[in-house]
């Protein structure tokens, strides 16, 4: 340490006292060793320069031994911009060294050697003997400025090796407005253009096309700024940038770029690996070089601008305008409904008609004695009982009078749902009734009314807290997705419909988020329309309406209510996949129509089931189950045969489940001495006597449905298509169409019919359902390919120049799931007067 010192102090004292000529002898002798080479090279250098011109090929050499310097001078103005490119031919086969380019000018310098070597996956190494690069133009503060740049030219090697040099003015280095331009690109010939905003533009949309796919190639959008990044390696550095096909389109803003202006570059990939192509055979050599072959692309570029604010408000009013018409007719509808309504008060309490005429419900069941003899029936106790009577083929009598006061006290006792069902004798009675050949409502209405009601409404609540847990996370996901692309500029990350994505503050594409707008106020509407509805059913209890006590299809709304909630869910997610598109977040998009789909079929076979349909919480954990699958299908089904054997399996095996649970009621046990059962029956019913099922319309109902679901599980399995979330919906959907034609069909098999309103309802829903696929199938985008692919399918808006097809499909299909739950809601109007034992189960 002490001779550390020392020798610091020694070397302190030295530089004070060193003379006046230390320091510029320091600098002849570093100039010196840069231009002769003294020091290490130990031989001369030769630097010659040279007065250049523009649009004339030098044809020279260079070796370790000499150095070229090109010196150019031109004149730029403010007003005009005027590109300038170097292009630069090596014409030796095998070079022992490359040759540097160094380009210098004013406030940028830019160097490159050649061969250029461009890396690709791997570290494939592909060499360009043939560069030509475009140099950056800073802006000028004067009217007029001579500005002077050197292109310099040297190598290692000791070998001459000629080349050639030209250095050429680009005519039209300035875009013009709506004037589409084309050029020619390739990996080691990048090209990029100025473009100007003009007064009273704010926003417009670049696109670059090409009539080939590959080579693959990436435009990009940059700032006016040296250096400018126009090669593979580097064009992603930098402001916007998406690779490319056939289509690119980057809809750029001015208030993005402070100097009004930017740089439209494009370059071409030296692999097509990104875009979808096949990559190229893996080296043998780590530093073998790789022939690249011609990849050349022609392409052409338009710039043109994008709507203004009065189309944004013209879109927002438009949407507006579609769905609140439908508040509009709603309310005229219960206006109508309710003078109606008035009008048959008025008409019921007239003074001079007695009651047994107007049909007035008794304050008791003893009040008038003609009520039992007016084509009231028994209760589902003495269809149980008395199953073969002969009034009509599926035996049933008249209620007694006693029975009627029974039931109605039983309604009003608070017991509980389990309470009910954990009794010996009446588990025993449920075996009986529910195994009948002919059923009515009233054998699968018996429990007490407000404990199936609270049941039925866990289903609101327990998906209003789903919702919630669900939301706050895509929310805050879909957020930072936007931030991603908004920072990084990589557009390659979210898949929209380029040619129509029109940006408001921070999202990217407004109008796909806005045409959501529907589906949350249906919903909204929806879930009014079955308050008024509860509303007025709970005011007939409370007035002991007999209709509403005895007559019609159960009334438990829980359903409905998750129903509109889960309509609105499918908006709000919807509309946050469309924040930024891609694979990884298409379940947002898809989680909550999975539930609507699930919520339909247990709606419809609540119907008639009131007393065994599934609970909350099942119903949510099937479902939760989906969605599992669903997961697992999108990040490990493409391609692996192992998950969808596994997957069709128990899509199969669940599928046979639910048909066993459907066909006996739930009446049947999944135990030890399953397999003994089933081989009993097939020996009994098929081997010892041919007998035929005992509930046909069951039977033809599960049949169908087996044949529905084995065929999409062995489509699934030989096809296994990359979709899978689709593929999922798709199962649910057919699945729901098929119960609801079954549904209909025995509806009028069985003579009921259906009413005004609801037929209205199903014919407009199924024009709706018709368009709206109509316009899904377009596939504007798809991320089951590349971003590259997936641009291929963009096209321009065809609604008031802000919509395109896929905002049609969500106004249609909001539309339709709409009249598809009113449908639902007013199917079974017509039963509200007539007898529980009188309406069939199916």
């Avoid at 028994?378 to 035996?395: H, R």
């Avoid at 829903?765 to 089951?784: E, H, K, M």
Wanted: with cysteine.
């Amino acid at each position: 340490m002490a001779s550390r010192s020392s020798w610091k102090s020694r070397l302190k004292r030295g530089r004070l006292r060193a003379p006046g000529w230390t320091r510029p002898g320091l600098a002849a002798l570093f100039w010196l060793c840069v231009t002769q080479s003294v020091c290490g090279a130990g031989a001369a250098k030769a630097v010659m320069q040279k007065d250049a011109e523009f649009d004339v090929t030098y044809n020279d050499t260079v070796t370790s031994v000499n150095q070229t310097t090109y010196a150019f001078n031109h004149t730029i103005s403010r007003n005009k911009t005027e590109g300038v490119r170097v292009t630069v031919d090596v014409l030796e086969q095998t070079l022992e060294a490359p040759i540097l380019f160094v380009v210098r000018q004013k406030q940028a310098v830019m160097s490159f050697q050649v061969p250029l070597i461009l890396r690709g996956l791997y570290q494939r190494k592909y060499p360009y003997k043939h560069v030509g690069r475009t140099l950056c133009q800073p802006p000028t503060r004067a009217a007029s400025e001579t500005q002077y740049f050197f292109v310099d030219v040297s190598t290692l090697s000791s070998h001459r090796t000629n080349y050639q040099l030209r250095v050429s003015r680009v005519e039209s280095f300035t875009l013009q407005t709506d004037k589409k331009f084309s050029f020619t690109a390739s990996p080691s010939q990048p090209q990029f253009f100025k473009y100007v905003f003009p007064d009273g533009v704010d926003t417009v949309i670049v696109k670059v096309n090409s009539d080939v796919n590959f080579p693959c190639s990436v435009m990009s959008v940059q700032d006016i700024q040296c250096p400018v990044y126009d090669l593979d390696n580097n064009v992603g550095f930098i402001g916007m940038y998406q690779t490319m096909t056939k289509k690119g389109a980057i809809t750029v803003q001015r208030k993005d770029f402070p100097s009004n202006s930017f740089y439209v570059v494009v370059v071409v990939k030296t692999e097509d690996e990104a875009c979808g192509g096949p990559l190229r055979f893996y080296p043998l050599q780590p530093d073998e070089l790789i022939d690249a072959g011609n990849r050349t692309k022609d392409l052409d570029v338009l710039v043109s601008p994008a709507i203004n604010s009065e189309k944004y408000v013209i879109g927002m009013l438009f949407c507006l305008g579609i769905f609140l018409s439908f508040y509009v007719v709603t309310l005229l509808v219960a206006c109508m409904e309710n003078k109606r309504l008035k009008r048959r008060e008025m008409y019921e309490n007239a003074p001079d008609m007695s009651p047994a005429e107007t049909g007035k419900t008794p304050a008791s069941p003893y009040e008038y004695g003609s009520f039992a003899d007016n084509g009231s029936t028994l209760s589902s106790e003495a269809v149980t009982d008395s199953a073969t009577s002969t009034d009509n083929n599926y035996g049933y009598l008249e209620r007694s009078l006693d029975s009627v006061a029974r039931s109605r006290q039983e309604s009003l006792s608070s017991v509980e749902e389990d309470d009910y069902d954990t009794l010996d004798d009446i588990d025993s009675d449920k075996n009986i009734v529910r195994t009948k050949k002919y059923l009515c409502v009233s054998d699968l209405a018996r429990k007490d009314k407000r404990v199936l009601s609270k049941k039925y409404q866990i289903y609101f609540w327990n998906i209003a807290t789903i919702a919630v847990f669900y939301a706050l996370p895509v929310i805050q996901l879909v957020i930072t997705y936007q931030t991603v692309v908004n920072v990084t500029g990589n557009q390659d990350i979210c898949y929209y419909n380029f040619l129509c994505a029109h940006p408001l503050g921070a999202l990217s594409a407004f109008n796909n988020i806005l045409s959501n707008l529907g589906y949350v106020m249906l919903g909204l509407l929806f879930l009014l329309i079955v308050l008024k509805r509860d509303v007025i059913h709970n005011r007939a209890l409370v007035r002991n309406d007999l209709n509403a006590l005895e007559c019609g299809i159960p009334k438990h709304f829980g359903v409905y209510y998750a129903m509109g909630t889960a309509l609105m869910m499918e908006g709000l997610l919807s509309a946050c996949y469309h924040v930024c598109p891609n694979y990884t977040n298409f379940q947002f998009d898809t989680s909550f129509m999975y539930m609507i789909a699930g919520l339909c079929m247990l709606k419809l076979y609540q119907k008639r089931h009131p007393d065994i349909n599934a609970s909350a919480y099942t119903a949510y954990a099937c479902l939760a189950a989906v969605i599992f699958f669903s997961v697992l299908g999108v990040v490990f089904g493409r391609g692996n045969m192992v998950f969808w054997i596994v997957f069709s399996v128990i899509h199969i095996l669940a599928t046979m489940f639910l048909s066993t649970q459907l066909y006996y009621m739930g009446r049947w046990r999944l135990d030890a001495g399953i397999l003994r059962r089933i081989v009993y029956v097939i020996y009994t019913d098929c081997i010892r006597q041919c007998s035929g099922p005992m509930y046909i319309d069951r039977m033809v109902l599960l049949v169908m449905g087996n044949i529905v679901n084995w065929s999409l599980a062995a489509y699934g399995l030989i096809e296994r298509p990359n979709d899978f979330a689709s593929y999922l919906l798709a199962i649910a959907i057919c699945n729901l169409l098929l119960y609801f034609a079954f549904y209909i069909i025995m509806k009028l098999r069985s003579g009921e019919r259906i009413k005004c309103l609801p037929l209205v309802c199903i014919l407009f829903t199924a024009v709706v359902w018709g368009f709206a696929l109509y316009f899904f199938f377009q596939g504007l985008s798809t991320w089951q390919k590349t971003p590259a692919e997936s641009r291929e399918h963009n096209r321009d808006c065809i609604l008031l120049s802000f919509f395109d097809d896929h905002d049609i499909w969500h106004f249609l299909s909001s539309i339709a799931m709409f009249g598809s739950f009113l449908v639902l809601l007013t199917m079974d109007d017509d039963l509200d007067t007539v007898q529980r034992d009188k309406i069939f189960v199916f």
